[in-house]
């Protein structure tokens, strides 16, 4: 009897939990809280923040303002030589009016200059297989384009790198072009207490237009009062690695020309603006290789 009654109470105590509804869970609530960064609280006017147009995420030179430059080339002369070696595709950019400027005014004040644009060349910057000994240890010949472009830089007083920053290193086909030109025994060598830079008295430079770093135009000590302690905080990280490659090639570092605070695409001052940039520009390259 007694285990009729078990079996009948358990057939009740089923049907009962098929027929209850399940109560809902109560979720919590999905949309995320707006968080504030420093950036977002920081500072900021219309030069700051990403500049756009139709195409691509780019900072462009509007057409009315767009300057066109060829330097002459190096020559035999006594003349001291720059060579600039310049990555960036889009020759409407704020970078490239940099890079022309830069060339103008040296060219100006006395200088040859060698330009070496990158993309125009079609430059490969993958160091294959069959370059990497040579790029690395020295192993074997350069070959034809490669020996090309070392005879450029042999024949340098000042080597000026001009590019986009990109991950906060230089573009792709910059670093490339670093890496299969300046190999062992032609940029540097094994020595007595270890590796030695063959490219002594020559001078090595970098010109970069960035997104927001923290407003400045200049190198270390060149913010403008937005965040400058952010700013300076990039530029001495650049300085370690600008000094570390110097050191690699025997090259002395003269620093950087960085710039963040580019006009907006379509601002209605444009050309005050660009212009201001070419001013700072021509008077910072003064500061570092004519006085």
Same mark, same amino acid.
């Given at each position: ?204 430079? *970098?010109?970069?237009?960035? +997104?927001?770093?923290?407003? &400045? !135009? ?6 403008? =009062?937005? #965040?400058? %302690? ?14 570390? *490659?110097?050191?690699?090639? +025997?090259?002395?570092?003269? &620093? !950087? ?6 006009? =907006?695409? #379509?601002? %209605? ?23």
């Amino acid at each position: 009897m007694k285990k009729l009654i078990l079996i009948l109470t358990a057939v009740l105590m089923l049907a009962g939990c098929a027929t209850q509804t399940p109560q809902a869970t109560p979720t919590p609530e999905t949309t995320p809280e707006a968080t504030t960064t420093p950036e977002s609280t920081a500072k900021t006017d219309s030069f700051t923040g990403p500049t756009v147009d139709s195409i691509t995420s780019a900072s462009i030179v509007q057409e009315a303002y767009i300057q066109d430059y060829t330097p002459a080339g190096f020559t035999d002369s006594d003349k001291e030589k720059a060579l600039f070696v310049i990555g960036d595709p889009r020759h409407n950019s704020v970078l490239w009016d940099m890079a022309r400027t830069a060339m103008k005014h040296m060219e100006e004040q006395g200088m040859e200059v060698e330009m070496r644009d990158l993309y125009t060349m079609n430059f490969n910057p993958v160091l294959s297989a069959a370059d990497f000994y040579y790029a690395k240890d020295g192993q074997g010949e350069p070959s034809a384009d490669i020996k090309k472009e070392q005879d450029l830089v042999s024949q340098a007083d000042h080597l000026i790198f001009v590019y986009p920053n990109w991950h906060d290193s230089e573009i792709t086909i910059v670093k490339g072009y670093k890496e299969k030109v300046f190999a062992k025994k032609f940029a540097y060598q094994d020595g007595a207490n270890g590796l030695e830079g063959l490219l002594k008295d020559k001078s090595y430079f *970098t010109i970069m237009n960035c +997104g927001y770093l923290g407003g &400045g !135009r200049g190198y270390i000590g060149d913010g403008v =009062g937005i #965040e400058d %302690e952010k700013w300076d905080t990039y530029m001495n990280a650049f300085k370690v690695f600008d000094d570390d *490659t110097s050191a690699f090639w +025997g090259t002395t570092n003269y &620093g !950087r020309f960085v710039n963040d605070r580019t006009p =907006g695409n #379509e601002s %209605e001052n444009y050309g005050e603006e660009i212009e201001q940039l070419r001013s700072d520009l021509n008077a910072f390259l003064d500061k570092v290789y004519f006085n």
